[in-house]
């Protein structure tokens, strides 16, 4: 029996890259994370691999043929510090490329880098330069592509790039071979009052979105200036939703969402006036 191809998950989080490899035939042997929650369900889902708690301290990267690494995004993000790459955070990415260097001949295949799209413009793409930068000096070739999660079914609007790099195959036949099966169209002026519509939060403060069946949970406490998702949408008991939508979508902020939600809660053009809306919403929907 063949001998499923070897995975060193880096920044790997919760497993995101490696669960979606292991899918295809790929069988993770190294993980690096540092965060303890994270840690757990590593142990969890990938018992077999040997796990590493902090990429500073990590001496090499054992011999794969794929390297994942969804590298720290909080010095890009919009949302985030601004230090750009050379923060304390995101900059971490610069230990993989020195460890990428010490491969000792056994270069991995396959390199699979993963951020948020502020990344090609952050610092005027001072992070692109430099992880394009390094690749070339390892003699990598590489491509990025900009992927929504919406075009694999998923129920929200989340942008992120994808880079493939490799020192002997060509990426862009990987990354560019084929599109999302049907366009996705999440236009607020679309309704169907026979369906429950979700709204959720996208990007920063002010993105949001919304999808059929989708009903994010809530949270409590959120941090200053960063809105949770609110927990609310439409169904067929909703007789006013078409007239709402305009509402919606000029919303930018927590305090025009939570004014027009309480107004919602109190029954307005609900099945009857004394019934909180949210208890009209399907199972599972609501606060956590």
């Known amino acids: 029996m063949l001998q499923a191809p070897a995975v060193c998950g880096l920044f790997a989080g919760a497993g995101g890259f490696e669960l979606g490899l292991k899918r295809a035939g790929f069988a993770t042997s190294a993980l690096c994370e540092i965060n303890p929650a994270a840690q757990a369900v590593l142990r969890s889902q990938f018992p077999s691999a ?28 919009v949302r985030g510090a601004k230090a750009g790459i050379d923060g304390s955070r995101s900059g971490l990415v610069k230990r993989m490329f020195d460890l990428l260097a010490d491969t000792r001949g056994a270069a991995p295949r396959w390199l699979a880098l993963e951020n948020v799209p502020n990344m090609l413009n952050t610092q ?29 079914g998923l129920p929200q609007r989340r942008l ?14 990987a990354l560019y071979a084929d599109n999302a099966l049907e366009e996705v169209n999440d236009s607020t002026r679309i309704a169907d009052a026979r369906l429950a519509y979700g709204f959720y939060w996208t990007e920063g403060q002010t993105g949001l979105g919304w999808v059929v069946n989708g009903g994010p949970r809530s949270r409590a406490a959120p941090p200053s200036g960063f809105p949770r998702p609110p927990p609310f949408g439409f169904g067929r008991q909703v007789s006013w939703e078409r007239r709402t939508f305009g509402i919606w979508s000029a919303c930018k902020g927590c305090r025009r969402i939570g004014r027009w939600t309480a107004r919602a809660s109190r029954g307005r053009g609900g099945a009857s006036s004394g019934t909180p809306f949210a208890s009209r919403l399907p199972p599972g929907w609501g606060a956590a």
Request: with cysteine; aromatic share 8%; hydrophobic share 45%.
């Open 124 to 152: 005027n793409g001072a992070a692109m330069r430099l992880i394009t930068g390094r690749l070339n000096d390892l003699g990598y070739r590489w491509a990025y592509r900009v992927v929504d999660a919406r075009a694999f």
């Open 160 to 173: 992120r790039v994808i880079l493939l790099a490799s020192p002997v195959e060509d990426p862009c036949a």
């Open 50 to 77: 040997k796990l590493h708690a902090d990429v500073l301290t990590l001496d090499r990267i054992p011999e794969v043929q794929v390297v994942t690494a969804g590298f720290p995004c909080q010095d890009l993000s």
